[in-house]
């Protein structure tokens, strides 16, 4: 083989290691970007990662928040009409939040089973609910 394919082929195969390279990269960052949505039936049914955060939608029951401190620490539970999961918020919860309407929080299970939220989203008029919280109210309620 001649020097200059010889180069020429070296560089070729250089070219395709770095793009290779490149997309690996940039499927392990979009991996580890990615965030699933999972409903209260699901996370009590264990579907749910243990040790990632996901978001997690349902309505906010009635009659179940509350402020156990001082602090800005806030519990409250979320339901699909099914089943319900305990969610504490550490922070200021958005305007529109009220019982009796559709969230999706973002966040990690504890070691309790609690869902600890780091992020609370609320609908934002009357007529709107996500599109993951209205597909799950939905399902056909399993026993």
Known sequence: MKPIRRQRLILILLSLAGLGI????????????????????????GKAPANADFRLGGMVVKGSLERPGADLLVRFKLSDLSKEVTVEYTGILPDLFREGQGIVAKGRLDGRGVFVAQEVLAKHDE????????????KPVQP
């Open 22 to 45: 490149a997309v690996a990269f940039a499927l392990q960052a979009f991996n580890q970007n990615l965030m699933y949505f999972f409903s209260t039936s699901d996370v009590i049914a």
């Open 127 to 138: 007529n709107y609910m996500p599109p993951e919280v209205a597909s799950t109210l939905k």
